[in-house]
Structures are given as structure tokens and as C-alpha cells.
């Protein structure tokens, strides 16, 4: 059960609600993450940037972004991330289904660029940031370059607010991501 008020457009604070409502505009709905996050308007705006900044200028491709983030959330064990992107994964990136799965299992994705990507961001997150020359060499035979290198601390950076919140809010998984759900 969740310990944090899910907080809706009409009793967040001010300066949540804009956030809220522009994602029921786009999504449909209010997604749970978003309503534990506006608790603290400030926590809420800087995921939504940070999300917002990496989708538009990280440098990866969508397929890449979510198998960046889903690895991410599978280092953290974070139940609600791994179902709500392998949801985003499926049905808006078109990341294979098979990579999804392969990622959720701890499996070796079958493209080795891919895999590349997956291993340095979940070295990043084992190690605090000290990932190994051999695994950055890795990453870095694969075409990925210093943009990419920043563009995974800042997922690693922007997947901590929300891994963590939700490990911390025990934040219910959202019904539409419900076919997604992972346990650790």
C-alpha cells in the first residue's frame, strides 16, 4: 500500500498541476508516478525535465532510450519503472518484445549494440559511477561516444528520482501497465 497521497489536477499544489494536466492531455491519464511526485512540486518538475531534456537531446534513438531505461530500472528493482516502460517500450518505441523480455530476465539482448547499451548503463548503476575501462571500451566499440556516456548518467540521474520514489511510496502500478507488471 502506498504511503504518499496520490495527488490529482484539482488538490496538488500549484505549481504541480500544470505538469498534471499536460500529462492527462497527452496520456489519457495521470500516471500514479507523476501523482506521487507531485507531493513535492520540485521532484515532479525535475523528472519531467529531465525526461523531457533526454528524449529531445540525448542522442539516442527511442528504441535506445528505452532499453536505456528499462535496464536502468531492472539494476534498481524498481517494479513500477520496469512495467510502465516495458508498456512504453511495446506500444511507442517499438523496441522488440523479445529485448523487453531478455532485459526483465537479466538475458542478453540478441543485438550487440543494444546489449552494449544495456551493460554500461547498469555498470553505471552497480558501480555509482565508476564503471570499468573494459565495459566503457565496450560501449565505445559500439559507435557511442562522450554524448552518449553523459546521456546515460543522465538517465541513471533522472531514473533514481523515480525508482526511488517509488521504492520509497510503494507507488500502485497503474492499470495501463498492468500487462507489463514485473516482480523482482
Not at 492527462?24 to 507531493?39: H, Q, S, Y
Not at 540525448?58 to 516495458?86: D, K, M, R, W
Request: proline share 4%; charged share 20%.
Amino acid at each position: 500500500m502506498s504511503t504518499f497521497e496520490l495527488k490529482t489536477i484539482d488538490n496538488a499544489d500549484v505549481e504541480a498541476r500544470p505538469i498534471l494536466k499536460s500529462a492527462k492531455d497527452n496520456m489519457g491519464m495521470v500516471p500514479n508516478l507523476f501523482a506521487v511526485m507531485a507531493n513535492n512540486p520540485s521532484l515532479l518538475k525535475a523528472y519531467t525535465s529531465a525526461d523531457e531534456s533526454f528524449r529531445q537531446d540525448s542522442g539516442f534513438s527511442p528504441v535506445e532510450q528505452e532499453v536505456l531505461l528499462l535496464s536502468i530500472a531492472v539494476e534498481n528493482g524498481c517494479t513500477y519503472c520496469v512495467a510502465a516502460h516495458s508498456f512504453i517500450a511495446d506500444n511507442q518505441s517499438n523496441v522488440p518484445e523479445e529485448f523487453t523480455n531478455a532485459i526483465r530476465k537479466g538475458k542478453t539482448i540478441p543485438d550487440t549494440k543494444l546489449e552494449a547499451l544495456s551493460q554500461y548503463a547498469k555498470a553505471v548503476v552497480k558501480t555509482r559511477g565508476y564503471p570499468s575501462d573494459e565495459v566503457t571500451q565496450a560501449f565505445r566499440d559500439q559507435g557511442y561516444t562522450n554524448r552518449h556516456i553523459a546521456g546515460v548518467v543522465t538517465a541513471v540521474g533522472m531514473k533514481t528520482f523515480s525508482n526511488y520514489i517509488n521504492h520509497i511510496a510503494n507507488t500502485p502500478l497503474d492499470q495501463a501497465f498492468e500487462s507489463r507488471k514485473w516482480d523482482k
